[in-house]
Structure formats: structure tokens, C-alpha cells
């Protein structure tokens, strides 16, 4: 989980550091992934009772607030392209 966590502000910096627009939108969608990879794994840490399902909704809207922010950024690329 550790390894996806920091995998999403990892991609999103690689790919700021792009020239092309088409490069840059790659690295959100691969930053994307992985935040959605680490939320897979927050849901299989509460169904094996590692966290409970109270702490799973807390960070759960995080993951949402991100994917959504995600697809802003993502989406002001896209208008440009």
C-alpha cells in the first residue's frame, strides 16, 4: 500500500516535468491507478479486519477528493490537447 501511496505524487511530478501534453496526461492517468490500486488494498485491509469500517469511510473520502481532483487536472489537459 505504502509503494502505491507514493507512486501517485511520483507520477504526478514525472509528468509535470513533460514537455508534451499527451506525455503529461500519461503520468496522471498512471498516478490515477495507482491511487486506485491503494484504495483496492485499503478495502481488502478492512474485509480482513485490519482497519475497521469506520476508519475505511475516513480515509475512504479522501480517495474520492483525490480521484476527483485527479480528473480535474487530467480533464484541464485534455481542453488543451
Avoid: W
Avoid at 481488502?44 to 475497521?52: C, E, N, P, Q, R
Wanted: proline content about 1%; hydrophobic content about 40%.
Amino acid at each position: 500500500m505504502r509503494r502505491a501511496i507514493v507512486s501517485v505524487p511520483s507520477n504526478l511530478a514525472e509528468g509535470s516535468g513533460r514537455m508534451s501534453v499527451k506525455e503529461k496526461i500519461h503520468f496522471i492517468e498512471i498516478a490515477y491507478g495507482s491511487l486506485m490500486e491503494a484504495y483496492c488494498q485499503l478495502d481488502i485491509a478492512k474485509g480482513l479486519g485490519y482497519i475497521s469500517v469506520e476508519e475505511f469511510s475516513i480515509v475512504k473520502n479522501n480517495f474520492f477528493d483525490c480521484s476527483r481532483l485527479k480528473t480535474a487536472y487530467r480533464k484541464s489537459f485534455v481542453d488543451k490537447a
